[in-house]
């Protein structure tokens, strides 16, 4: 299932949360942020064959943008920032397994980085294209992005994913307990986390599940 409509802003507060809004309250602080939402939408779409959210994706010459949540934290930036740090994450296991695929893969890039990225997709170039009149003004409006349609990007999204999967299994962590196999990275488990993960693996559904930390919280997906 997809994030519901309007919570691209709830997603937006999980990248900051997490440390993504590395220039706060700037020009390339949300640059970086609107990219990470719009890879978030095609890890989803290469994932589970669905966008993450439902709310319009627009091509500008950076890249694309959420214009909503791009304008939010323009003028904005004072609120968004509480209510990232006053929110307290209730994602779906899918989800939460999406957006750490971001931050894991895109979440160390520099705002160039990734918009020079996002202009190596498809569904950029045609959206901004659209968007262009014959007399060489850029109308936003027309340049709606569509990234179910562009197969090239979801299958070359499916290739960065794996990649990233296969050098990942090679450096993460891992705990067996009672036959149950968790994987972490980045953090060393404390006796605390060690005694919740025993008391999961007691009535785990599954044999392998990975463990992150989300400001101070242990999730286990």
Request: aromatic share 12%; charged share 25%; glycine share 6%.
């Amino acid at each position: 299932m997809a994030v519901k409509d309007g919570c691209t802003g709830i997603v937006l507060t999980f990248f900051i949360k997490n440390g993504a809004d590395s220039m706060p309250n700037t020009y390339d602080g949300n640059m970086k942020l609107q990219k990470l939402l719009v890879f978030a939408d095609l890890i989803n779409i290469a994932e589970y064959g669905e966008p993450l959210f439902n709310e319009q994706v627009l091509a500008f010459e950076n890249g694309c943008v959420v214009e909503k949540v791009r304008l939010r934290y323009k003028n904005d930036y004072a609120a968004l920032k509480q209510d990232s740090d006053l929110y307290q994450p209730d994602f779906s296991e899918r989800e939460y397994e999406v957006l750490r695929l971001v931050m894991d893969i895109f979440g160390g890039a520099s705002a160039k980085e990734l918009s020079d990225i996002n202009h190596t997709f498809d569904f950029w170039k045609t959206a901004f294209d659209n968007g262009i009149s014959c007399t060489g003004y850029h109308n936003k409006e027309m340049s709606a992005v569509d990234m179910m349609s562009q197969h090239a990007d979801v299958e070359r999204m499916r290739e960065i994913i794996s990649a990233y999967r296969e050098t990942a299994s090679d450096t993460a962590k891992y705990e067996i307990i009672n036959g149950v196999t968790f994987y972490y990275d980045g953090f060393a488990l404390t006796d605390d986390m060690i005694d919740r993960l025993e008391s999961f693996s007691l009535s785990a559904e599954d044999d392998t599940y990975s463990v992150y930390v989300d400001n101070g919280r242990l999730v286990i997906y």
